[in-house]
Structures are given as C-alpha cells and as structure tokens.
C-alpha cells in the first residue's frame, strides 16, 4: 500500500496556482516568507505526518485509549508524535515570531494540518484541539493566563480542551448547569460534569488546561449567562511547578465509532476535591468568546473531512489500478486476461464522484482559510471587511458540506474496493468511520443549515451574500473556452433560481415565522453548498484550462485534464442535483413539519 | 572541524516508481522527489557532530538539477551552515559525482566527509568509495557508529556477519548505513532560518568535470511481481519442497 495519502500536486494545484498564495508575501507580515518556505513547511508536515502519524493509525483504533486506575492508558507512539508535532513549532505556526511562532498564512497551515488529518485523525485531534484552546486564552486571557498556560501550550508541555457539552444538554448551551462561585481569592469554584469532552484525560502532556463553560452564581438565564474559564488538571504556581491535582476527575472514558484515538471523556469537575477555576476575560461573555473563535474551528472541521475524504480516494484509487477482475460487457471470451477494475465505466464513475468530491472541498476549504488570512491581513480594508463577511457566511457551508461529502467519498472508497473495503485489513473502512464524526461535530449539520438561513445569510442587510455573487460573477466571466463557459452558464442559471429561493424564504421568516421557514433549512444548506462547491470547480477549471495551452509534459496535461473531468462530473452529475432542493424550498413543503409525533 | 555532506534528490521512498513504457528509464515526470534517506542520516551525523562541539562548520553540497536547491535547504534547515549546488541537467553517474565531490574537497579541505552509503534511485553503493580513491583518503562504509578521536575516526561499520570497527586518520570519507541514527524533522523556525544562510551555485565545467556518461544503460524492468506463497500441511512437506522443487537443501 501507498503512502501517499494527499496529492500533493493537486495542492500545489490549488495553494499556488488556483489561489496565488505566493502573493500573500506582498504583506508585511508574510514578507519575510517566499514560496520555497511555505513548500518546506509543507515538506516537513507531509513527512511527518507519513513517518509518525500515519504509522500508528489503524494501531491506535484498534488499541483504542483505556480507562485504568483512574488514568488513560494508550499506545506510546501517540505522545511520540505530539511531541514531534510540537516540538517542530505547529502548534504555533500561525503565531507572531515573538511568541515562537512562524507568522504563516492560515492557509498554508491548514494545508499543512491537513497532511496530519489524513494520516491519524486520532492523533492529529490532541495537537489541533490545543491549537484551538491556545487561540482562546491568546486573544481573551489576560497577560498572566497567557505567561502560565499559553506558553506551555505553544511548545506542546499543556494540552488544551473545550469543555462544553453536558448530559443533558449538548448543542443547546442554553441549559448548561455546571456553576462557579467566586471565592476571595481571586479563583471560582467549579462543579458540575461535562461529557464528550475530546482529550479530557490523556498522560501524554505535563498538564491539560481545560477551557470550561460555566455559570456564576446569579447569572442571567440562558446563554447569556455563561462565563469561560481555565480549569487545569495540575494546579500550578507562577513558574509552572505543580501544587497538585485539581478537583476535575476522569468519571469515564467513552467508546466511539471513529476517532478512537482521541479520547472522549466525561468529567466531574469539585466531586471529591475543590476544583478551581480562573476566569476568561469578562463574566458572562463566555459564549461570545467561544462563537469568536468558531469560524476557524469549523473550517477545520470541514478540512478535516476532505482530507480523510481524500485519503480514502488515493487508496481506492491505487487499489482499482491494480486490482484485476472481469472484462468489458462487450468481451464474450474468458480466456482474454482480465481487468484492472479501473476500466470498468461504474468504478470509474466511484473514482470520479470521489475526486468531484474531496478536490472540491479542499479548494471550498483552502478558500475559507485564505479568507481568514485575508480578513486579518488584506492592505484594503474593505476586502479585509468583506472578507470577514463571507467568511461568517461560508462557515456553516465550509463546516457540513465537506463533513457530508467526505464520508460519502470514503462510502465510495470502500464500494471500490468491494468486500476487501468491508474487512478491517485494509485501511477505508477506518476511513469512514473516523469521518462520521465530522458531520456531528462543531455544531451538527442541522445546526449549521439553521445558521445559514435563519442567521447568516441576513446579516449586515445580506452584504455577505452579496459578495459572493459578486466574487462568483468574476469567475463566471472568466470562463474562456466553450466548456467552462457551459458550466458558467449553468452555474450562473442555478444562482438566479437560488436568489429566488432565498427572497422566498425571506418573506416566509417575517409573514409565517422562523419555524416554518426554517423547517427545511437543510435543502438550503445542501443547495449553497453545491452553488459553492461549484463555483470551486469552476475556478479549477478556468485555471486549468489556460494552463494546459502552455502544459510541458504529457503528465502535466492529464492532471489538468483530469481536473477538467472532474469539473465536468461535477457539472453534470452533482450540480443539478440541487433541482430537489429548489422545488422544495420553493413550495415550502410541510412533510416533515407537519408529521404529528403520534404518527410515528 | 569542517565536514562536508554530500545529499542527492532521488524520487521519495513512498512512490511506487513505474517504469517508462519504452524501457529506457523511470517515469519522474510528476513524481514527488525528496532527499534520499541515507543522506538524511549523513545529514543527521554532521549535525550532532556539531551540537557534540565536534564540528565547527558543515557544508552540504548536493549535484543535480535546480530542484536540488530543495534537498539543500532541507540540508539548511537540518543544522548545515552553509550549501554548495553544482547545477546539470545531465545525468550523473556515480564515477563523475565523485569526480565533482573531489574538486569540491580540494577546495573546501574538509577533515570529514559524509555520504549516504548509496542512493535508492540507481542503488550503485559506489560514489563514497569512487571519492575516497579520487581523493587519497581512507574510507569508513556502512557506518553504524562513527567516533572522532582526535585526528583520527573510528568508524564501526556493518558487514556480513556482524560489526568491524576502523580506525581512520582524518581527514576521511564515511559512507552511513541504516542504523546509524534517527535523522529529525525540520522545525519551522529553522526553515526560515535556512532560508537566510548561503547557498552557493557551480557548473560541472566551473569545477573542470566532464559529465560524459562511462556507462550505457541498455534497458530498464520493472521487477516480477512476487508470487503468492502457498501454506504447507507438516514439516515434512516443507522439507519434501525445499529439497525436491526449490532444490535449495
């Protein structure tokens, strides 16, 4: 079996000539970069991630993490490849040099995260999780919090987590119950339980600092009464030694599908001991926080997905290649050798559904980090600010449609592959269920269709979504040859229909009220979705297209025609798909909502 | 004590390499390329000479296309403080980089040299040997630990049947095997750091080489596919096998 599990020059592909990231060295704060460092970067991540992540991969789902004496065992070779994937500076690769870090684009490190995704998501998920509670505590803790707990976590000695969810209430924040009373030292009290916290125990870093969301006593109702707070797992002083344990327990550990490297804990947190807890920024702000911090997490999740997506595509893609069984429909005689299946028509059609798939996402994914990039760093304000505005639009559609498209690919993988994909001795399997995760996670994809229609497509007056007309109006212009023009041309039909659906849908939210006109918000997700993953392609395509006029080699002609293929598949097969979505919408079908509970 | 590391681009250890449908050659249009493993641990080797205060300064020098910067700046980012690319498009064989990493000893005067014991491409094992004859050094091959004492070097060297420890008067040639260390990873801040240290570009014709190849490749196979092994019912069968259809006892 290959190791190669991303293509890497499809990322080049989509980095340098799709979205011109060596451009990004025009900025002051990527001056001092040029694209030989970012390739190098991408270098070391692809090696790593092959030489120590990808190693251990089907080891640690199989060895899963276990619950014993109170502590987490788990295989050695995770800590080994945390410390690496510190100890090379990831974690604080986007970082100021001040603070150690590389001042990279977010997204050439998306791309560099993305190596490590595909090759142990298990893995992978502890290094990305403490990149995430690092952002929180660098932009909202105060200067002391940053010295005692950001430091650490940058150079990998703390491990961070996000613990939200309760028993009781897990995508509704609303009703958390875990509380916090301040005390006059200056720390609060924490109690309560959290469960399906992900690397809430582990022995592989000196201290966990969990980001934890709490109430303080006589806190307003709902969201608005939640504060953010640091609960390490080792009390420390000021120059980090360790005064001892704090009163946050592992009650558990939870058994999962995929992912089975990365632990999921439930934790109690003042059960049997005080558990302190250090307040984040202002009380009762801890929502907002968390929200800020959201639009990157999510676009990882998204990534994420297309990269295990990706990974499941090589694999069945090297197996088909090789892999000999049948003949053509047209061949009578089974005395002529047989096949490799790749020249069947079906399991081309697998292979390129795969491909539409997983490319597709990466350029949806890539393109929501360069938007990140460009909301902190574009000269122009104004693209600056637009960029902000379509990155809040986008985010729900970043998030879900890779994480529901990513399994499907690897659904696709394993169809290859025939009953071979079916056994746990070949890798896709692994694939699919680690990727199942995705459309759960970070908000599930229900949630993310509500956020779309019912938040982000109205606000600021719908600015985002106009800048995403206008964006896509200048890549429908760019169609030069008669077949991107075609594709142009359908893409451009499906926006009008789209707007139409929208103002429908705008009306219905004011005339007949949000439960009504969000009843169905996940045609609407699915239907921008495609929109955007179409006008990804269409991109490719453009790009494509004028570079196989000037292509060198016979190799370099079949990548662009493959991209042109894969956009046509796209074109043809997936984009008026979206036909089911638009009638639905259009008519406001009530099956689902006025389904009784009774009749069920 | 300067040391010299030589490094070579070569297709990445994780492609299936495929071979050209004409048979003159493998297909390395596309294909990822990297540094070869067993320059990684020449490499690696210079650089904890250096962290050991063994070394003083060490120059990576590496022969091939353009491209090759890449490998040099891995070399850079690795811990070398300075790189030498002797640019051709040509093909180089083993006899004419030893010729090319002869005129670059003459000038640099390193007292160590560092090659991988040979390259996963074209697995010749010859180029480190070719230069210590070229170049009238003694040579250490297959190095499994390498020891400088002094102005000599032992050199522990892996050989059928075990481990030979030389002795070397310096200044040496030391070809690496395996086993030797664990090369690490370049961490971001020493890319960038690599990015600012000097990387100095020569002509095979700079240094008086003629690349003329000696050797002319006739055809080029892939290897057969290896067959799928059978299971055997006792012992006696397995012996009944090995003497009367393998025939190898």
Known sequence: MSEILVNRRDLAFQLFEVLETEKLT???????????????????????????????????????????????????????????YAAAGFIAGSY??????????????????GFFTAANPGTAGYAFLTKAAANLIRVFGSEAQCRKYLEPMLTGHYAGTMAMTEPHAGSSLADIRTSATPTDQGHYLIKGAKIYISGGEQEITDNIVHLVLAKIKGAPAGVKGISLFIVPKYLTDDEGNKLGRNGVALAGLIHKMGYRGTTSTALSFGDDADCHGYLVGEPHQGLKYMFQMMNEARVGVGFGAAMIGYRGYMHSL?????????????????ETPPLAIIEHADVRRMLLAQKSYVEGATALC????????????????????ESGLLLDLMTPVIKAWPSEYGPKANDLAIQVYGGAGYTREYPVEQCFRDNRLNPIHEGTNGIQALDLLGRKVWQADGAGIQALIRRMQVDLEAASDKRCQQWAYSLSETVQKAVKVTQTLGS???KQGADRA????????????????????????????KALQTAGSEEERHFYNGKLQAAQYFFHWELPTVAQDIVLLTNMDDTCLEMSTDWF | ????????????????????????????????????PFCEIAVEEAVRLKEKGVATEIVVVSIGPKAAQEQIRTALALGADRGIHIETDEEVQSLQAAKLLKAVVDKEEPKLVILGKQSI????????????????????????????????????????????????????????DLRLNEPRYASLPNIMKAKKKPLDTQSPADLGVDLTPRLTTLKVEAPQTRKAGIKVGSVEELVDKLKNEAKVI
């Open chain 1, 508 to 510: 219905a939210l004011m």
């Open chain 1, 318 to 334: 090297e197996y088909a290649r090789e892999r000999l069984q049948g003949r053509h429909p047209s061949s009578k005689d089974p």
């Open chain 2, 121 to 176: 491409d074209t697995d010749n094992n010859q180029t480190g040997q070719m230069l210590a004859a070229l170049a009238g050094m003694p040579q250490g091959t297959f190095a499994s630990e390498v020891v400088v004492d002094g102005d000599k070097v032992n050199v522990t060297r892996e050989v059928d049947g075990g481990l030979v420890t030389v002795q070397l008067n310096l200044p040496a040639v030391v070809t690496t």
């Open chain 2, 1 to 36: 004590m300067k040391v010299l590391v030589a490094v070579k681009r070569v297709i990445d250890y994780n492609v299936k390499v495929r071979v050209k449908p004409d048979n003159t050659g493998v297909d390395l249009a596309n294909v990822k390329m990297a540094m070869n």
């Open chain 1, 26 to 84: 025009e900025r002051t704060r990527f001056a001092e970069h040029s694209r030989e460092t970012f390739e190098a970067v991408i270098e070391t991540s692809d090696k790593m991630a092959r030489d120590l992540f990808a190693s251990h991969n089907a080891l640690a789902d199989k060895d899963e993490p276990r619950f014993v004496d109170g502590k987490v065992q788990m295989i050695p070779d995770v800590k080994r490849a945390f410390d690496a």
């Open chain 1, 96 to 113: 100021d040099y001040e603070l150690g870090g590389m001042q990279l684009p977010e997204s050439v490190m998306a791309a560099c995260n």
């Open chain 1, 366 to 385: 890539l393109y929501g980090a360069r938007l990140v990039d460009d909301s902190n760093t574009h000269p122009d304000e104004t693209i600056r600010r």
């Open chain 1, 518 to 545: 969000l009843a169905n918000a996940s045609c609407y997700l699915h239907l921008v979705g495609h929109i955007c993953v179409a006008w990804m392609w269409l991109r490719q395509a453009n790009v494509a297209t």
